[in-house]
């Protein structure tokens, strides 16, 4: 079944593509490195009959235009998209790469941000800008040069699901994973890598829910323990038998944390 009207914005000449479907609250979500636009589907089935849900293909996803891998440049984007839609207040969900971004803009433009989620996410590696790729980076887009859309998608999926998941998570994760393009996928793991969003999120004051799986193999535990002591207001939530993709995993369970966090707005 269609979700989200796929819709074009231009930010400094630079093309951004989205989903937006509903009317009501502004709820914003970012995808991870895997992920695009698409991997929002239950959010969208789930709130957009009373939320206006919108969610982006990050720059060098989807249709989008790349960018520097710049963390401050990601987020000017992002602020600029909000502009172009006449958004002053969101509710904003950032998983994993996604939730780097969600937390550097929640510091740097505060005043738009009613309340943050962070889904299975960290504060970013903080390596040197201009070094080589980290071997785990550059092993992904290795396989995706090499093997075909279909079978990196699988790997992808395998890769950070939770053992057990169902045949619609992989079959989701898979297909989406599978229309990663190598040049986003090489600025999102640059950005990963060279941001370090320790000082950003110490500096926030806004309702933060901090979620993620028990059995995610992608991020460890004491990276998400990191991420909660940084910001120790934050409500943690452990989602049960997920791995790194808890919204599509877990959906029910993840909805209601995001509708939890989103009550007062």
Not at 54 to 76: H, K, Q, R, T
Request: charged residues 20%; hydrophobic residues 35%; aromatic residues 8%.
């Amino acid at each position: 079944m269609p979700f989200g009207t796929k819709k074009v914005a231009y930010i400094s000449g630079k093309k951004i593509t989205y989903r937006e479907q509903g009317k009501g609250k502004p709820w914003v979500f970012l995808h991870g490195l895997a992920g695009n636009s698409k991997s929002w589907k239950f959010q969208f089935n789930e709130f957009a009959n009373d939320k206006k849900i919108i969610a982006w293909d990050a720059p060098g996803y989807g249709e989008s235009d790349c960018l520097p891998s710049n963390i401050n440049l990601f987020s000017e984007t992002l602020y600029e998209l909000l502009k172009n839609l006449q958004l002053t207040k969101i509710g904003l969900v950032g998983h994993s790469m996604g939730g780097i971004v969600a937390g550097h803009f929640a510091s740097k433009y505060s005043e738009c941000v009613e309340a943050l989620v962070l889904s299975c996410a960290h504060v970013g590696n903080g390596f040197k800008k201009g070094l080589p790729l980290q071997e785990n980076y550059q092993n992904r887009l290795q396989s995706l040069t090499n093997d075909s859309p279909a079978s990196y998608g699988h790997k992808r999926a395998i890769a950070m699901l939770a053992s057990g998941a169902s045949k619609t998570a992989i079959n989701m994760a898979s297909s989406i994973a599978a229309e990663t393009r190598s040049d986003g996928l090489e600025l999102a793991s640059r950005l990963i890598q060279e941001t370090n969003n320790t000082r950003n999120l110490k500096k926030l004051k806004l309702p933060v829910t901090i979620v993620y799986g028990d059995k995610d193999p992608i991020v460890p535990l004491e990276k998400t323990k990191e991420l909660i002591k940084l910001i120790p207001h934050s409500n943690p939530i452990m989602i049960h038998s997920a791995g790194h993709a808890p919204y599509l995993e877990k959906p029910e369970k993840f909805n209601n944390v995001i509708r939890i966090a989103f009550s007062k707005f």
